[in-house]
């Protein structure tokens, strides 16, 4: 089986930049399972329910423009709170993370319930208040019109809906390695990060 690397982290804290670059530095397929959730809070928003929408997802839609707006990143959260929506997408992860070629795959959970197993484990960290700069520059750059203060808000709100909840909260494995980015520019924090995998991937014999 190929290699497995889970990323977990809070919303803006990098893992996504980190976990493309760790992927493309591999050659190994990404997931950002985020993706899974913004998709069925996005058909919630449409008015599905949303465990009807979760068994019904399928991987054309993580492909649909309108999943990184603010609204869908509340909803995702909300949905990701209910127990038989995060078990209706277990087994499309586990199948990802078990591809032959190996995989990348970012989220909450990944490190303690999709991939208690892999073989290297990073949770990005960040500041909420550096957090909520990055993500508001992002806002701004597509056309979203918010303020700092609405951002760090909602970051902050869905940081303790993310770790507060029963099922599968957010929280680094036991043998993760923490990277914290506050401090770090986006290059220094991928080189941080690949170096960390560097260091503790198998050797392909053993792998
Ligand atoms: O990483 P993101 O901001 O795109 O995630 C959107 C929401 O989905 C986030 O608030 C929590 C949830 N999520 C989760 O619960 N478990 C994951 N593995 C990934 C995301």
């Given at each position: 089986m190929g290699l497995t690397i889970a990323v977990d982290g809070p919303a803006a804290s990098g893992k996504g930049t980190i976990s493309r670059a760790i992927a493309a530095r591999f050659g190994l397929a990404h997931l950002d399972t985020g993706l899974l959730y913004r998709a069925v809070g996005r058909r919630m928003l449409d008015g599905e329910e949303p465990l009807v929408?979760?068994?019904?997802?399928?991987a054309e839609d993580l492909d649909a423009e309108d999943l990184r707006g603010p609204d869908v990143a509340e909803a995702a959260s909300?949905?990701?709170?209910?127990?038989?929506?995060r078990a209706a997408?277990?087994?499309?992860?586990?199948?990802?993370?078990?591809?032959?070629?190996g995989a990348v795959l970012d989220g909450r959970d990944i490190g303690t319930v999709i991939c208690p197993d892999a073989p290297v484990k990073l949770f990005v960290t960040a500041s909420a208040?550096?957090?909520?700069?990055?993500?508001?520059?992002?806002?701004?750059?597509?056309?979203?019109d918010t303020?700092?203060?609405?951002v760090l808000?909602?970051?902050?709100a869905r940081?303790?809906?993310d770790a507060g909840r029963a099922d599968a909260p957010m929280r680094a494995a036991e043998d993760a390695v923490l990277i914290d980015t506050s401090g770090m520019g986006i290059d220094e924090a991928v080189?941080?990060?690949?170096?960390?995998?560097?260091?503790r991937r198998p050797e392909p014999d053993d792998a």
């Open positions: 929408a979760a068994r019904a997802l399928r909300k949905v990701a709170a209910l127990g038989e929506v997408l277990v087994d499309f992860q586990r199948a990802f993370a078990a591809r032959a070629g208040e550096v957090r909520a700069e990055r993500r508001h520059k992002e806002l701004l750059a597509r056309g979203h303020r700092l203060e609405e808000a909602d970051i902050r940081d303790t809906r080189a941080r990060a690949i170096a960390e995998v560097e260091a």
